[in-house]
Every structure is written in structure tokens, then in C-alpha cells.
């Protein structure tokens, strides 16, 4: 050993200290300056976000009747890493499930082909809709079950079980819904048809937060700097409809045992008063745990009754398209109220029936005649100045059809609308090739038949504006939004392509009928109704339709009823209108009617092919 | 027993109080952040951890003061007794002590409980200078070697049967003064040698550099050949001839293992690394007997030792370790992503510390620590507090004062007069050095779990006061060399 080693050693061993002290603080300005996710991860720790979920809002009828409420119910919230061994057997019985049951829904929530979120370290639901009772008792034990957590939530209740098309009803948001709108996370409700679902972001109003710390043992140690950082739910707005609840639960009993739909409007501003389709199902039915089995069953019957046939279903109109025609007859000066024609009755094409001849428009349309507008069409068509060819002709009268609500969605504020079919030139070009049509070929138009199809609420919008003269509102349920407003279209007022001295013709004839032609089982005492019957050919038994509105001089009421299968229109649907328009104007039925109501109300129509 | 007729106030160095003081202080604002509750916070309750750490470390101020007041001499005197009694209470120990948590390490005397093990440092540290400092004490001889080896392994022994490893372990400490002292520095060396070859073989061994080669074998093989031509550069500069033999031979197997690795032969590419290191080794041995130079025979038996290492770790790691033990060391080196358990620790920790970023954020706002997510966070994890609440510049300023602290002790040991002082103030820097470098490099991941204290941070009476003892001494032996430096 060299002497002056000793003396080196001391420099090795500061050296070695030094580096050491390097090395430390090396690795300590990785971690705390270079990686910037741990700061995450200990918010993530502390901080638990507890989302506060606002009320839904109400839903009203337009005399301020309220058709849906909220209703106090709790979702049951496990951390899987924060339970301990417990009593499975205790829980299961406090919540009315078998320990099976709730074996396979935890395998459900581990899955995470099936919850992409999961995660042993945040909340997972696992029972939604846990009655008042059943939460009850599970409060006093949940000290029991560590790891488990109750979220108290709203779900809807239905006061009337009325009107469940419009009404809609709310689900579980799936995966597509949480993708698309980032308010919501998995296990969140949102509407799912029906007026929750168009009108969901005014109802759901705005999820509010509460920021807790929680400690290691998931222990909740208060608010996090007492909550300044906190957001408050913002309740969702009520809603006011212009469905009159009674007309609407006395439509869907008129309708019991038929299938087919009731759609009356409000002329004036655009409002529907009620939307029956029938077959329908009691709303309650979708809501709470029950909700999923009972919308399988319902989607299985085959008398569809979760479809929405008022806004859906797409018939040919039959004679209710004849105003509509005629005022295009009018408008063309194809016709004067004065002009008359010729009916062959029973022996041509189209084939009509027994009355007076030669008849002019207003009888007509009172006899509901089949040959008048056939050589009415014929004459506009036939318009070779203005006309140069069939297919002028043709795309001038859809357009007259287009101005009238027909062919396109009317823009109604509720999911599922369809357009109908108001056929143009390239349409039947395509059929029979641009030289391969006439006006022979497709005549059966003239009387809402053969391609034309309209869905109700076009027919009910037909009514409303030929009462108005001219104009409409588009038809909307809601009447108002509370502290909110209405979406502008329902405001502005749309005019059809015919102008207003043409109707007086129109509404005359459609008076006739109800005084002394198709439509007689529509009349009201001291009140002028107009109406026009429909008929429509198809598979099996006639569609039975009727169209109308009253009081004549200032109509309160328009309205279009659609039977299946029910035959002639005078059968069925002219004196369901009646009834509707009665109890509506009138506020019941006279006794002398009463025999009507009841035969209405216990009628069945047999659907064709059920 | 005398006492000291020169003004002690007069030469005590001052710098190493100042230092000691601002650790105190700020290892006390560090408890009363660790224990404060968000809930409900009273600053001067003394029933809470901070208030027993306030008069901990009163106490601790008068002891300081007192063992300035006593004259060295006495020390060096009584150090045989001291060790003695010591050993007396930590063998009583093992029997008395109730089992707290697996150790059985804690005496309750009345209102007290006290960690013996924490005051063995200083009383081995006295025996131990004693000893060294013994006139025709000699190092190399093998007598003393023994002796010396026995003075530190009887109390890790004893330590270890209370089931304290951590505290054991600080006693291989006492090696840095051995090699101060001028212990074969190849000793220290063959020890990194072996840590290093030991990760190595467990973190590399699974990684496949062709069917039959493991990236660790080689790297091992590499690594053993690089240390032995260094050793001899280093240690026998004159002995060229041998080094270029060696040099040709290790050339010579280099060549083979390329020739190998173009053959289809199932043979580990390693393989002519084995055979080369075990022919150096034959050679050095030779030579060794041949010219009586016994650094030839250390350094042909640390090669071949490495490779016999190498394949007991591989052994040991799989067949002997409980898996317990297999997980924690596999966390440690990074090979299991164990959050639940052994790695729960070091990961809360590590979010800790990450997640104070620059400055921290701020005192008493610390939620890893606050809401208990950081284990023993005023003990052992201490340090936790710092990183969280007051961020990169915080733990630079603790770890600076401790840098600080150590390197004007070695300062003083160095000055010293007789070795006993030197030896003493060497053990003082060495056990310092020993528990921040672990108990840090465990809080921030680089080592293993292993549980001892802060040196004056962390909370703990019998920690703080052992520490207080163990520098006050080295002070006190310090103040009375100082005159005549
Ligand atoms: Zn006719």
C-alpha cells in the first residue's frame, strides 16, 4: 500500500457521494419534469367526480294537464377494486335477484366486448331503477357492502298511458350515442322515440358535478375545496303540448280494436290536438328494469304497435286528394266552379256511381265523382301552349302538390316522419321511358290512387289549410317551451301555389258533402262541418278515410281519419271524424249520438292478412 | 468521566449544526404535513405525531447539547461498554419485544418504545474506532480482520433475528470505512460486480440473442473479461507480459465465438467465453504462485467467481426464493407490472413525487399524501411529502443539504488527529450515506423496498434520537481535535 493511497481514497469517496446524489436526482427530475401523466394519475386517484343528475323536464297538455312526471329511482354503482368479501346472498335478497343473476351480470360488466370502459378503478352500474323500498333497506346495510354505492336518479312515470307514440319514451344511451354527443357516459338515459327523443337536449337539461376526495380505502373524505369547483345541475325545461288529453284518450278509444290512425290540427297556429295510431301500448310498459323485455315483445307483435302510423304509414289519399286536385283545376283554368262534365257512372274508366249528370265541381266533390276530375287532369295536361310536353305538365302539378305539405316530410317535431309520394316526370320516365307515357297511363293520380301516397298528418294538413284558405303552419306538438322557444318553422307561415279566392269552390263542395253527400255521419247539430270521404283500393277489404274540418266559416278543427280495411270511408272513418270533431267543438257527445259513439267505440276491423 | 474545560461553543463547527438544525426543521414541517388531515387540523396537538415529533426533538437538542459537554476521551473509554450493553438489549430484545407487524424489534419501557436496533449504529461505530485505533492494529493481519468483521457482523445478527433486514443491511455500511481505512478497494468492487451481474442475469437472462444465447450470458461474459484487464492495469502496471498473453488468448476466443455463430452447432455463443475466462483464470493462478503475487490470485478468482455467481443466482432465483420474494425483486427490476401488491407501494409513491412536477403542490395540499394513497408516508416514505408538496426544486434543496452535511463531515473526518476520530466520523458519513441513498432510492423506484428511515426527517423518536447521538459524538470528538488543527 502506497502511502498516498490513503489520501486518494478520501477524493473516491466524495466522488462516489457526489454521484450518487447525481444518480438521485436524475431519476428525481425524470419523474417530476420530464413525465407529465403522474400528475394525472393522482387526480385520478383523489378525485372522485360525482355527477349530479338534473330532473328531466315535465311534460304538459295544452290545458296544463301534466302527461309526464319524474319519478324517484336509484341505480345501484359498483368499484369492482373496492369490494371486499361480503354477504352476496344479504345483497341479492335486499334487491330481489338470485345470486345467479347477479353472478352473470358481474361477468357482464367485466366483459369488455360489451363495456369497452371497464375498469376496475371507476364506477360500473350495476342495477339501474332500484325502487324507493328496495333502496330503503339497501341504505341501512351498504356499510356492509364496501365497493357498492347508490346514484339516485329520476325515471319517467306516464300519468295518463296516453299517447305513448308521441310521448316517446328513454333508454340506456349505447355506444353510438356516447360517440356522437360527449354529455353522455355509459349508463346515461337519453330519449329514445317520440318527443323525449326529438325534443331530448331541451329536456335533459345539464349534468352538474361534485368533486369529492376520496381517500386510499375509497373512503370519501368531503368536498374538494369546498366545492367551489363544483357545477350544479341545471334541470331540464318542461315542455307544453297542444294535444288536447281528452280528445287524444277519447281517439284511442274510438280506435280500440282497428288499426289505422286519428290526427287532428289546430288550424290556426299549427298544433296537434291529438295523434292517435292503433293499435298502441300503455307508455309505462317502457319504463324501469322491465323496459328492454317489454320492448322485444311489443317489436314482435305482429300488429306493430310501436309503429307510429300517423307520422309513418304511407296510403294512397282515395277521393281525400280531390280538393286538392281540384283547386290545381281551378288555378289552371282548366275549370270554372260552372264548368260541367259528363259521367259515365259504372260503365268506364275510372268507374263511378249513380248521380245526377252532367255535373259541375261543387256536386262533385259533394258526390265524391271519379270521372269529374279525370277529364279535369285531362284538360290540364292536355295544355299544349303552356305544356309544351307530358312531362311540363307533369313536374307543374307536382309542384302544385309539393306547395301543399305533399311528397316532402311536413318537418312535424317528432322522430320518424315519412315524405309520402307525389310522383314527378323522371319518375315515370323511368317506368315506361320518356315517350312511353300519357296521360291514359297514369290517370288513376286524378283520383288519389295508383302512385300518389300520403302519410295522415298530410291528409289532417291538407284539411288545415284548405280551411285556412290557402296557408299552414307546419304541423308541431309542442306548444311551448318553458323559459325557451319554439323552433322558427313553426312560426312561419307557408303558402300554397293556389290562390285563396279558389277555396270558397272547394269548401263549399267538402260542406256539401257533409249536408247531403258521402259524409252525412259527420254533421253536427247548429255546427257547418266540411269533409270529404276516402276510399282506398289495396289488398284485401278498402282503406276507410275521411278528411275534415269545422266550423266551416273560422275552422277550430282539422282532422284526418285512416282505417285499415274498414271499407267504405262512410263507414267507419266519417263517423269516428264526427265524433272527434264533437267532442272536440262541443266538449261530448249529444245523446242522440250516443248510439254512434258506441258503435264506434266497440267496432273491430279485421287487418288484412291477420 | 471529565468534562471539557475549553469553551466547547467556542470550537464546535458551527456549519454542521446549521445544517443539522434546518433538517430538523424541515423534517418536522414534512411530519405535521404527513399527519395533517383535511378534515380537522389543530397545529399544536401533541397527542398527534407532529406534536410527539415537536418534543422528540427538544429532547433531542438537550441530548446534543449534553454530549458536546462531555470530554471525547470519555468515548473512546467507555466504547467496549457501550457495545456491550447494546449487544446485552438487542439479544434481550429479541425475546422481549412484541411482534409489530413481523418484526420484533420494539422495546416498551413506561410511556416509550424504543428501536435498540437504532442505537447500535453508533455504539458499533464507537467499538469499532476503538478497536481500529488499538495500538499495532493492523488490517491486513488476519486476526484483526476477524475481530474487525465480528465487531459489525454480531449486531446485524442480531438485528436480523428481530426480522429487521433494513436495519441489518445498514451495518454493510461499516465497509465504506473498512476501505477508507484501506481495505482492498477489489472487495467493494467484487461486490458491485456481483449486484450487477445478479440484475443482469435476472433481467437479461430471458432475452434471446439466438436459440441458445441470452443477452445476459454474454453481457456477463463481456463484463467479467473488461474487469479482469482493468484490474491488472490497475493493480500490476508493471506486469505487461501477462496482460498481452491474456489479451492474445481472450483475441484467440473472441475469433472462435464468431466462427461459432456461423455454424449451425447448438452451442451457447457464451460458451468460448466460459473457457476463456476459466483459462485466464488457471493462468493468473499460476502466475500468482509463480511470483507471490496475490493480487494475480484476487483477480483470477473474482473472473472465475463471477461465473460461478452467475449460474447460483439462476439456481437461487428459481429454486430457492419463496415467489414472494421472486415478485418483489422481478417489480424492482421492472419484469412485473404488480400494481395490487408488492409494486403498490413504489408506484403510489412514484405518482406522488411525479405528480408535484417543478414546484410542487404546495404545503399541505398534497393528495397522494393527505389522503393516505403514499403507505408509512411519515416514516419510511417521508420523503413523499417533499416531492409532492413542494416539488423537483424542494427534493433538490433536501437532498442538497444532505449532500452538503456529508461532504463537510468527511471534511472533518479528515482533519481529524487520531484515527479514532477519523474512523468515527467515516462511520457517521458512511451510515448517512447508506440510509439516504436507500431510503430515497426506494421512494423514487430505484431500489428495493426496504424499510428504514430518512436520516432526521422522517417521524420516529428513537430514529431521530439515535441519529442525534451518532453525529453529536463525531461533533464532541470534533470540537476537542479542532485547537490544535
Ligand atoms: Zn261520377
Not at chain 1, 420530464?34 to 378525485?47: E, Q, V, W
Not at chain 1, 297538455?61 to 371486499?84: Q, S
Request: hydrophobic residues 40%; contains cysteine; proline residues 4%.
Amino acid at each position: 500500500m502506497r502511502p498516498n493511497e490513503l489520501i486518494n481514497r478520501r477524493t473516491v469517496f466524495q466522488t462516489a457521494v457526489v454521484l450518487v446524489f447525481i444518480i438521485l436526482l436524475a431519476q428525481l427530475f425524470y419523474l417530476q419534469v420530464l413525465r407529465n401523466d403522474y400528475k394525472k394519475y393522482a387526480d385520478s386517484n383523489a378525485f372522485l367526480n360525482r355527477t349530479i343528475y338534473p330532473s328531466r323536464g315535465m311534460i304538459y297538455d295544452r290545458t296544463g294537464k301534466l302527461l309526464v312526471y319524474n319519478r324517484p329511482a336509484y341505480d345501484i354503482i359498483i368499484i369492482m377494486n373496492e369490494i371486499e368479501p361480503f354477504d352476496t346472498l344479504d345483497f341479492c335478497n335486499t334487491i330481489h335477484i338470485t345470486k345467479q343473476q347477479f353472478i352473470n351480470r358481474i361477468i357482464e360488466i367485466k366483459d369488455r366486448r360489451k363495456n369497452p370502459g371497464y375498469s376496475s378503478y371507476t364506477q360500473q352500474i350495476l342495477y339501474t331503477q332500484v325502487s324507493a323500498e328496495e333502496y330503503g333497506i339497501l341504505q341501512e346495510k351498504l356499510y356492509k357492502f364496501p365497493g357498492f354505492y347508490v346514484q339516485s336518479r329520476t325515471i319517467r312515470e306516464y300519468g295518463d298511458s296516453i299517447g305513448a307514440h308521441f310521448l316517446g319514451d328513454i333508454g340506456e344511451v349505447n355506444k353510438r350515442d356516447i360517440e356522437n354527443d360527449n354529455y353522455y357516459v355509459s349508463g346515461d338515459y337519453s330519449g329514445r322515440s317520440g318527443i323525449e327523443k326529438s325534443y331530448e337536449e331541451v329536456l335533459r337539461g345539464e349534468k352538474g358535478v361534485e368533486i369529492m376526495l376520496r381517500d386510499a380505502h375509497g373512503r370519501l373524505k368531503g368536498r374538494y375545496e369546498n366545492g367551489i369547483h363544483d357545477k350544479e345541475a341545471r334541470a331540464g325545461k318542461n315542455l307544453h303540448l297542444s294535444i288536447d288529453s281528452e280528445l287524444q284518450r277519447y281517439g284511442e278509444l274510438l280506435m280500440k280494436n282497428k288499426t289505422g290512425s286519428i290526427v287532428a290540427i289546430d288550424p290556426e297556429t299549427g298544433g296537434i290536438l291529438c295523434l292517435v295510431s292503433s293499435p298502441t301500448y300503455n307508455p309505462n310498459l317502457l319504463i324501469g328494469r322491465l323496459r328492454g323485455k317489454n320492448h322485444v315483445e311489443l317489436s314482435k307483435d305482429p300488429k306493430k304497435p310501436l309503429f307510429n302510423r300517423a307520422l309513418m304509414a304511407q296510403y294512397p289519399p282515395g277521393s281525400t286528394f280531390k280538393p286538392a286536385q281540384s283547386l290545381v283545376f281551378l288555378q289552371e283554368g282548366a275549370i270554372t266552379p260552372s264548368t260541367s262534365f259528363y259521367c259515365w257512372g259504372k260503365g268506364g274508366h275510372p268507374a263511378c256511381h249513380a248521380h245526377a249528370s252532367p255535373i259541375s265541381l261543387i256536386p262533385a266533390l259533394a258526390t265524391s265523382c271519379n270521372v269529374f276530375p279525370y277529364f279535369a287532369l285531362r284538360i290540364v295536361f292536355g295544355n299544349k301552349t303552356k305544356y309544351p310536353t307530358i312531362q311540363d305538365a307533369m313536374d307543374s302539378w307536382r309542384d302544385y302538390m309539393v306547395s301543399m305539405g305533399f311528397g316532402y316530410t311536413l318537418g312535424v317535431d317528432l322522430p320518424g316522419e315519412k315524405r309520402g309520394l307525389i310522383p314527378n316526370s323522371r319518375f315515370y320516365d323511368k317506368i315506361y321511358g320518356t315517350n312511353g307515357w300519357k296521360y291514359n297511363t297514369i290517370y288513376s293520380i286524378s283520383i288519389g290512387q295508383g302512385e300518389v301516397n300520403l302519410t295522415p298528418i298530410q291528409i289532417a294538413n291538407l284539411a288545415a289549410q284548405i280551411s285556412n284558405r290557402g296557408w299552414y303552419y307546419p304541423p308541431h306538438i309542442v306548444k311551448e317551451v318553458e323559459q325557451g322557444q319554439l323552433d322558427s318553422i313553426y312560426t312561419h307561415k307557408r303558402h300554397t301555389l293556389i290562390d285563396s279566392k279558389y277555396y270558397d269552390a272547394i269548401i263549399q263542395g267538402m260542406h256539401g258533402a257533409v249536408n247531403e253527400g258521402t259524409c252525412r255521419g259527420a254533421q253536427i247539430d247548429s255546427i257547418n262541418v266540411c269533409g270529404k270521404t276516402g276510399t282506398a283500393q289495396n289488398r284485401g277489404e278498402d282503406h276507410s278515410i275521411f278528411m275534415g274540418f269545422a266550423p266551416m266559416e273560422k275552422a277550430r278543427i282539422a282532422i284526418s281519419v285512416y282505417v285499415e280495411n274498414g271499407g267504405f270511408g262512410a263507414r267507419w272513418a266519417v263517423p269516428i271524424g264526427g265524433l272527434m270533431m264533437e267532442k272536440y267543438l262541443k266538449g261530448k257527445i249529444p245523446e242522440n249520438r250516443k248510439w254512434v259513439e258506441d258503435k264506434m267505440i266497440n267496432g273491430t276491423v279485421k287487418v288484412y292478412g291477420l | 468521566m471529565g468534562f471539557r474545560q475549553t469553551s466547547v461553543w467556542h470550537n464546535v463547527d458551527w456549519i454542521t449544526i446549521v445544517l443539522y438544525l434546518a433538517i430538523l426543521i424541515v423534517g418536522w414541517g414534512c411530519v405535521y404535513s404527513a399527519g395533517y388531515n383535511f378534515d380537522n387540523a389543530s397545529i399544536f396537538d401533541l397527542d398527534q405525531r407532529f406534536g410527539k415529533q415537536l418534543i422528540w426533538i427538544g429532547i433531542c437538542i438537550i441530548t446534543a447539547m449534553a454530549l458536546l459537554l462531555i470530554d471525547s476521551d470519555f468515548y473512546q473509554y467507555f466504547s467496549y461498554f457501550i457495545y456491550a450493553t447494546i449487544i446485552l438489549i438487542l439479544i434481550a430484545t429479541i425475546f422481549l419485544a412484541e411482534d409489530v407487524k413481523g418484526s420484533r424489534s420494539w422495546l416498551t419501557l413506561g410511556p416509550l418504545t424504543v428501536q435498540p436496533a437504532e442505537f447500535a449504529k453508533f455504539a458499533t461505530a464507537l467499538a469499532l474506532a476503538t478497536f481500529m485505533n488499538s495500538y499495532n492494529f493492523k488490517l491486513f493481519s488476519l486476526k484483526n480482520s476477524l475481530a474487525t468483521g465480528a465487531i459489525i457482523l454480531l449486531p446485524m445478527v442480531l438485528i436480523l433475528l428481530q426480522k429487521e433486514t433494513g436495519s441489518a443491511l445498514v451495518f454493510s455500511a461499516f465497509l465504506l470505512v473498512l476501505y477508507r481505512e484501506g481495505m482492498s478497494g477489489m472487495i467493494l468492487y467484487s461486490g458491485l460486480l456481483a449486484v450487477t451481474i445478479f440484475i443482469l442475469s435476472i433481467k437479461f437472462g430471458g432475452i434471446m440473442i439466438s436459440d441458445t444465447t441470452s443477452f445476459g450470458e454474454v453481457s456477463i461474459v463481456v463484463l467479467t473479461l473488461l474487469s479482469g484487464i482493468v484490474m491488472l492495469w490497475m493493480y500490476q502496471p508493471t506486469k505487461g507480459k501477462i496482460r498481452v498473453l491474456l489479451l492474445k488468448i481472450i483475441s484467440f476466443f473472441t475469433v472462435v465465438t464468431f466462427v461459432l455463430a456461423l455454424t449451425p452447432l447448438k452451442i451457447s455463443y457464451a460458451f468460448p467465453g466460459y473457457i476463456c475466462i476459466f483459462i485466464c483464470a488457471i493462468i493468473l493462478l499460476y502466475y500468482a504462485l509463480l511470483d507471490k503475487i496475490h493480487d494475480f490470485a484476487l483477480i483470477g478468482l473474482l473472473m472465475a467467481g463471477s461465473i460461478a455467481f452467475m449460474f447460483s443466482v439462476n439456481y437461487l432465483f428459481y429454486n430457492v426464493l419463496q415467489p414472494h420474494q421472486r415478485i418483489r425483486i422481478e417489480v424492482l427490476l421492472g419484469l412485473k407490472e404488480d400494481l395490487n401488491g408488492a409494486g403498490y407501494n413504489v408506484n403510489q409513491s412514484k405518482i406522488a413525487i411525479g405528480s408535484g412536477g417543478i414546484t410542487g403542490k404546495g404545503f399541505l395540499n398534497g393528495t397522494q399524501t393527505k389522503l393516505k394513497y403514499v403507505p408509512e408516508q411519515d416514516t419510511d416514505f417521508i420523503f413523499c411529502t417533499v416531492g409532492e408538496e413542494k416539488g423537483f426544486i424542494g427534493v433538490s434543496i433536501v437532498l442538497g443539504l444532505y449532500l452538503v452535511l456529508l461532504l463537510r463531515l468527511i471534511a472533518l473526518a479528515e482533519r481529524q488527529r487520531y484515527s479514532f476520530g477519523r474512523i468515527y466520523g467515516y462511520s457517521v458519513v458512511s451510515i448517512l450515506f447508506f440510509h439516504i441513498t436507500v431510503n430515497v432510492g426506494m421512494v423514487i423506484g430505484l431500489l428495493p423496498v426496504i424499510g428504514i428511515p430518512l436520516p432526521l426527517l422522517s417521524y420516529g423518536g428513537s430514529s431521530l434520537w439515535a441519529f442525534t447521538i451518532l453525529l453529536f459524538i463525531f461533533l464532541s470528538i470534533d470540537a476537542q481535535t479542532k485547537p490544535s488543527y
